[in-house]
């Protein structure tokens, strides 16, 4: 099993930057593709970035390809999301999932764990 915590998030201007990290307790993060999804008011959660176990493949929703970049520190079993050049649509909750699989996942009900989120709010 793994808990997952998120930090970051916050209140930003259009066109600014944020970097979200899931800290995620436990000795296996190795083993877990990461996920991040997000869900605004009134909408069904999306999915927004994926990355293998090592790292060395991601994934990314057409609205954030470009401006977003998931990457992972297995050494301290965190996976972060440094978000470029925000807009107000992105505003929404931030969570981090952990899918115990080798292969990564853009449905989040192929996720095991979740995190509680961080509200992101971009201002215009």
């Known amino acids: 099993q793994v808990q997952l915590v998120e930090s970051g998030g916050g209140l930003v201007q259009a066109g600014g930057s944020r970097r979200l990290s899931c800290a995620a307790s436990g000795r296996t993060f190795s083993s877990y593709v990461m996920g991040w999804f997000r869900q605004a008011p009134g909408k069904e959660r999306e999915f927004v970035a994926a990355i293998t176990r090592g790292g060395g493949s991601t994934y990314y929703a057409d609205s954030v390809k470009g401006r977003f970049t998931i990457s992972r520190d297995n050494a301290k079993n965190t996976v972060y999301l440094q978000m470029n050049s925000l807009k107000p649509e992105d505003t929404a909750v931030y969570s981090c999932?952990?899918?115990?699989?080798?292969?990564?996942?853009?449905?989040?009900?192929?996720?095991?764990?979740w995190g509680q989120g961080t509200q992101v709010t971009v201002s215009s």
């Open positions: 999932a952990a899918r115990s699989s080798i292969l990564a996942s853009t449905n989040k009900n192929d996720y095991n764990y």
